[in-house]
């Protein structure tokens, strides 16, 4: 009976033992299988549903332009525009004697190294032929006519008067662009806008969190306003009836 109950001892104590050595296999391949914690890894946070910066200028190569994705060429329409400026403005350099004078250099250059080349045994200069495809044309003309109906369209509305907003929008802009030209010529101001135009929106991309809350504001506080001067001057100002349509 002792010889019995000791081996009934033995085998529970093996079960047991292997019961044991399984569950803590499982714990251990369990632990094994989570991913490491890591602390420093970044949180996608959500955009909020806005577009982006790049996609608003199209996402193409001009976009990558104004953007400074490339900051090589970026940097050297800058740099090139700066130069031009300084050139008509500030040295008061002519356009016309600046195309005359770099057409003269640029041939002047081409014509020693073409004749210098077998003098100094060297491959002559690739002058590629330029051509311009009609369908190239073709192109331009459609979205440059595309363009052009759709402000012909826009300044027809505001001229109606259908959206006496945006007819006080477009007259503060004129008025506003009057008064830039009044200040400095046309060139200076092209190069105004295209300094602007590569500083902008780099800016904006940039801190964009923080203008959008100001640009909210200010909204705002501006459609307040328009509320008040709407109540108190414009509805008060006297329109004859609207005429309907007559459909052929």
């Given at each position: 009976m002792a010889d019995n109950q000791h081996s009934e001892e033995s085998t529970m104590d093996k079960i047991s033992e292997k019961l044991h050595h399984r569950s803590s296999s499982s714990s251990s391949s369990s632990d094994?299988?989570?991913?490491?914690?890591?602390?420093?890894?970044?949180?996608?946070?959500?955009?909020?549903?806005?577009?982006?910066v790049h996609k608003c200028f199209g996402g193409s190569k001009a976009a990558d332009?104004?953007?400074?994705?490339?900051?090589?060429?970026?940097?050297?329409?800058?740099?090139g525009a700066t130069v031009l400026w300084i050139l008509f403005e500030c040295m008061e350099y002519h356009f016309l004697t600046f195309v005359c004078h770099v057409l003269i250099l640029s041939l002047a250059i081409l014509f020693i190294w073409i004749n210098s080349a077998a003098f100094l045994?060297?491959?002559?200069?690739?002058?590629?032929?330029i051509a311009i495809s009609e369908v190239a044309i073709h192109n331009v003309a459609s979205?440059?006519?595309?363009?052009?109906?759709?402000?012909?369209?826009?300044?027809?509305?505001?001229?109606?008067?259908?959206?006496?907003?945006?007819?006080?929008?477009?007259?503060?802009?004129?008025?506003?662009?009057?008064?830039?030209?009044?200040?400095?010529?046309?060139?200076t101001l092209a190069y105004i806008v295209l300094v602007v135009t590569l500083t902008v929106p780099v800016l904006y991309e940039k801190y964009q969190d923080q203008v959008d809350s100001f640009a909210h504001k200010a909204t705002v506080k501006a459609k307040d306003q328009y509320k008040v001067i709407d109540a108190k001057i414009l509805k008060k100002i006297p329109r004859g009836p609207l005429k309907d349509k007559k459909h052929l």
């Amino acid at each position: 009976m002792a010889d019995n109950q000791h081996s009934e001892e033995s085998t529970m104590d093996k079960i047991s033992e292997k019961l044991h050595h399984r569950s803590s296999s499982s714990s251990s391949s369990s632990d094994d299988e989570k991913p490491p914690v890591s602390h420093h890894q970044p949180v996608n946070r959500p955009s909020g549903g806005k577009k982006s910066v790049h996609k608003c200028f199209g996402g193409s190569k001009a976009a990558d332009l104004i953007l400074w994705r490339d900051k090589q060429r970026s940097a050297s329409i800058l740099a090139g525009a700066t130069v031009l400026w300084i050139l008509f403005e500030c040295m008061e350099y002519h356009f016309l004697t600046f195309v005359c004078h770099v057409l003269i250099l640029s041939l002047a250059i081409l014509f020693i190294w073409i004749n210098s080349a077998a003098f100094l045994k060297r491959s002559p200069p690739h002058i590629p032929e330029i051509a311009i495809s009609e369908v190239a044309i073709h192109n331009v003309a459609s979205e440059l006519r595309v363009e052009v109906n759709r402000a012909f369209s826009a300044l027809h509305e505001v001229a109606t008067g259908r959206d006496f907003k945006k007819y006080l929008l477009v007259v503060a802009g004129l008025w506003f662009l009057s008064v830039i030209g009044s200040w400095c010529d046309f060139l200076t101001l092209a190069y105004i806008v295209l300094v602007v135009t590569l500083t902008v929106p780099v800016l904006y991309e940039k801190y964009q969190d923080q203008v959008d809350s100001f640009a909210h504001k200010a909204t705002v506080k501006a459609k307040d306003q328009y509320k008040v001067i709407d109540a108190k001057i414009l509805k008060k100002i006297p329109r004859g009836p609207l005429k309907d349509k007559k459909h052929l």
